[in-house]
């Protein structure tokens, strides 16, 4: 049921931008793309999510692909806070109580 | 305002005992989940309640989970004649109504079946 394909894991200098790349090949026309992250011991943190047109937010940035089947989550500046797992989920309107959680990409904001 | 709670933080049981995880959710929030993440893993669906609808039962792993919530609030979920699998980190998430709207988790109750 995987929907989304992460890195496993990436390094970020602090202060600089941090850009978390996601895949969703099969996503379909109904399906919104989320972004949560879990700093480590606590519940997911919503952060942004998108259905095709570029988000943005107090916390991040969200650039979708005009064929929808890719995105990046973007941190403009990067701190050692930001240190986390980040996960990129798929979420229908009509299937919208399931959200599929992958494994994440663990950021690590470096000083 | 309060944000999601969740008890016990942590829960240490035996093989074989029933436990019971209570979540309650933000004032007013018709939607609440449950999520549960293993060691190292994502989050995995549980179940799903919508104000007084029929909740979706789907993600239950076995006929020894069950959950139910009382008064379109608190919400328990029960975990009958625990295993040694079952040990992981329960979330429990509210939201507005369902839909599109933000869900907002609960620190977890980290259950151990020893």
């Known amino acids: 049921d995987a929907k989304t394909t992460q890195p496993t894991s990436m390094d970020c200098a602090e202060g600089r931008a941090a850009n978390l790349p996601c895949n969703h090949s099969?996503?379909?026309?109904?399906?919104?793309v989320y972004w949560y992250r879990q700093i480590h011991s606590q519940g997911p943190q919503y952060i942004i999510h998108?259905?095709?047109n570029n988000e943005t937010n107090e916390m991040a940035s969200l650039i979708i692909t005009e064929d929808r089947k890719s995105s990046t989550l973007i941190l403009p500046h990067a701190t050692l806070r930001d240190t986390a797992v980040y996960y990129c989920?798929?979420?229908?309107?009509?299937?919208?109580?399931?959200?599929?959680f992958g494994s994440g990409t663990k950021l690590n904001v470096k000083p | 305002g309060a944000g999601v709670s969740q008890s016990p933080s942590n829960k240490v049981t035996e093989k074989g005992k029933d436990v019971e995880l209570r979540c309650d959710p933000i004032?007013?929030?018709?939607?609440l989940y449950w999520y549960r993440q293993s060691l190292g893993q994502g989050l995995e669906f549980l179940i799903y309640?919508?104000?007084?609808?029929?909740?979706?039962k789907s993600g239950l792993p076995s006929d020894r989970f069950s959950a139910e919530r009382t008064g379109g609030s608190v919400s328990t979920l029960t975990i009958q004649r625990t295993q040694q699998e079952d040990s992981a980190v329960y979330l429990c998430?509210?939201?507005?109504?369902?839909?599109?709207?933000?869900?907002?988790f609960g620190p977890g109750t980290r259950l151990t079946v020893l």
């Open positions: 998430a509210s939201s507005l109504s369902g839909g599109t709207n933000e869900q907002f």
């Open positions: 099969t996503i379909s026309g109904n399906e919104y």
């Open positions: 998108g259905l095709k």
């Open positions: 989920i798929v979420r229908g309107v009509y299937n919208f109580n399931k959200f599929y």
């Open positions: 004032s007013g929030h018709t939607a």
């Open positions: 309640f919508q104000g007084n609808s029929a909740p979706d």
